[in-house]
């Protein structure tokens, strides 16, 4: 039976548009009466007819708390919305790169396949009852739904009034395997609960050579260490670098999701993976014991990364652009070439220096993955990255942390091949980066994280920086002021991009101030966060001098930092006399 339900908010977003990151707020809000369904029928309502009635949806996620109770809202509110199956990883479980390859890869046995998912994630940010709880769609292809798509949902979820739900539906048992048929309101309707691993590992082996990588882990020279930090990767971590890739289980850490993420902040930054950090000899204190050779962390829905080496941390920036510019030797995937690369606006120009030597098509756009997939889509992008921890490729529309710690072991394999046996010194990630550095130059690079400031004081913060680009010359006067060891502004803007595959345009991106020796600073405000606002500041320098690539970054960076804060009034306008997170 489907009852109509009123709802007791006519606008329960409270204001906030959802985004391709979907919607993030307290566990607290999303229990409120009807708040979850408003979300929820508001995409049904979204979405064309046949991507509803008759389809079939993907519906899991990070496994945090409220996960439970979510699933089971939703396949009660797709059955009496006409949907005709709904597959469930075991537990909850799929993570946000492992549900955009169940869309792309994934077959029913009657031949089925996903049309969307709702993702139940709020990505890096804590989890538990008194923590973050998010969800949004993703499309047929796989990847966050578009702009067109989630303003359809912003605008439905401020005048819906009713919803369907079958409330008679008893709750399905998603911890074990298995087909769950029902007779629903709109005809036969089916719960799958499948397992979180098999079509995830089943992509990753096409892609990669998981011999060569798992010589790489039984040599005795290589020591490995994985940290899922309590989130989803933990679903796969055992399963393919243990079973796969013959790891000891001793190399994971933390690699049992839960709900909560054990308390601590499921973000992997030096700052939140202290045990990976301090295992790596990056902690402040040494414990004698030496370091595994290569460490990586995941966040809570596995589609971001850290990449470590011993006692040396890489960051996202050159990371992408070391695995564009290896990809190709060390990556069966890419055996045939790179279509092109593309990298977000605030991301380091390091990877924009290998595509224009390797003569790759490069693309820089706003921050979000949704605009590498129109890329990918088009054929146009096979390697992209954002600085926040996010690499991927085009074997799926997401971001995907575990993919891209395959890539840099399979990297590893690759310079290692004849180094594993007899006395040959391993080439270790150190060596590699100072390589690529000595290959392209370094881009010294840093972000500032200013997180939960009060919303209208970041706002007049950024239009402070609007309104100081109108003179250049008055800029460099300030600048000079602070520091006479900086090179000039040569310009400044708030990013636009126009999106090549499909016209649109994307306006306020990003707040830039461009100096005449290639540094940059980058003002944004996030929307990652489930309250307050996040102000994000960037900053970055270019060394092509290989003799000055081997400085501290911060001490490289400490004039451009200076001028960053002076130059925004930050502490003025935050009330911070510094930032939460350095990464």
């Not at 890096?124 to 008194?130: I, K, V």
């Not at 301090?278 to 902690?283: E, H, Q, S, V």
């Not at 990298?343 to 224009?356: F, G, H, N, Q």
Request: hydrophobic share 35%; with cysteine; charged share 25%.
């Amino acid at each position: 039976m489907v009852f109509k339900v009123s709802l007791v908010s006519t606008s329960p977003i409270d204001g906030q548009k959802p985004g391709t990151s979907g919607l993030r707020k307290k566990v607290k809000v999303f229990k409120q009466p009807n708040y979850l369904e408003n979300f929820v029928q508001a995409t049904f309502n979204a979405l064309t007819p046949e991507k509803v009635k008759g389809a079939t949806l993907v519906v899991s996620g990070d496994g945090r708390y409220y996960s439970t109770d979510a699933v089971q809202i939703i396949i009660k509110m797709a059955a009496a919305n006409g949907v005709r199956r709904v597959w469930v990883g075991k537990n909850t479980l799929l993570s946000t790169p492992a549900v955009s390859a169940v869309i792309r890869e994934r077959s029913g046995a009657d031949g089925s396949k996903a049309t969307g998912a709702f993702i139940l994630t709020a990505s890096h940010n804590p989890g538990g009852p008194t923590e973050d709880f998010g969800i949004k769609y993703n499309m047929e292809n796989g990847g966050p739904a578009p702009e067109s798509i989630t303003d359809k949902i912003y605008e439905n979820t401020k005048t819906i009034k009713e919803y369907p739900i079958a409330q008679d539906l008893p709750n399905v048992d998603i911890s074990a395997v298995g087909v769950t048929s029902f007779e629903g309101p709109e005809g036969k309707f089916d719960v799958e609960v499948f397992d979180s691993a098999d079509d995830y590992v089943k992509l990753m082996k096409s892609i990669f050579d998981f011999e060569s990588i798992r010589k790489l882990l039984s040599s005795p020279k290589f020591t490995f260490c994985y940290d899922a930090l309590h989130g989803v990767a933990g679903a796969y971590a055992h399963r393919i670098f243990v079973e796969e890739l013959g790891a000891q289980e001793s190399a994971l850490l933390n690699c049992t999701p839960k709900e909560d993420f054990g308390g601590g902040h499921p973000d992997p930054n030096l700052t939140y993976a202290k045990e990976l950090v301090a295992r790596m000899g990056l902690g402040k204190s040494d414990s004698g014991v030496e370091p595994p050779e290569f460490g990586a962390a995941a966040d809570g829905d596995a589609d971001r990364n850290m990449i470590l080496g011993k006692r040396f941390f890489v960051t996202p920036s050159d990371s992408v652009a070391i695995i564009a510019a290896n990809a190709i030797g060390a990556i069966p995937y890419f055996s045939s070439g790179l279509k092109g690369v593309a990298r977000s606006m605030p991301t380091s120009a390091a990877l924009d220096v290998v595509a224009k030597s390797l003569n790759l098509k490069f693309f820089e756009v706003p921050t979000g993955w949704k605009f590498f997939g129109n890329l990918m889509d088009a054929g146009m992008c096979s390697v992209c990255g954002e600085e926040s921890f996010g690499t991927g490729s085009d074997h799926i529309r997401e971001k995907d942390g575990i993919w891209a710690v395959l890539a840099w072991l399979s990297i590893l394999a690759h310079k290692n091949k004849e180094n594993l046996d007899g006395d040959s010194k391993l080439v270790t990630v150190e060596d590699i980066v100072h390589q690529h550095w000595a290959t392209y130059g370094r881009h010294y690079y840093t972000r500032y994280d200013y997180e939960n400031v009060d919303a209208g004081k970041a706002k007049e913060l950024m239009e402070h920086l609007v309104k100081l680009q109108s003179s250049i010359p008055e800029v460099n006067k300030i600048v000079k002021g602070i520091r006479s060891d900086v090179a000039n502004v040569s310009s400044a803007d708030e990013f636009e991009y126009k999106d090549p595959v499909d016209g649109s345009i994307s306006k306020h991106q990003g707040i830039r101030y461009l100096f005449e020796d290639g540094s940059r600073l980058v003002f944004r405000l996030s929307g990652t966060g489930s309250e307050g606002a996040t102000i994000r500041l960037y900053i970055e320098q270019y060394e092509k001098d290989a003799s000055k690539t081997g400085r501290e970054a911060q001490e490289a960076l400490s004039p451009l930092v200076d001028v960053a804060l002076k130059l925004s009034k930050m502490e003025e306008f935050t009330g911070r006399s510094a930032p939460t997170v350095i990464t």
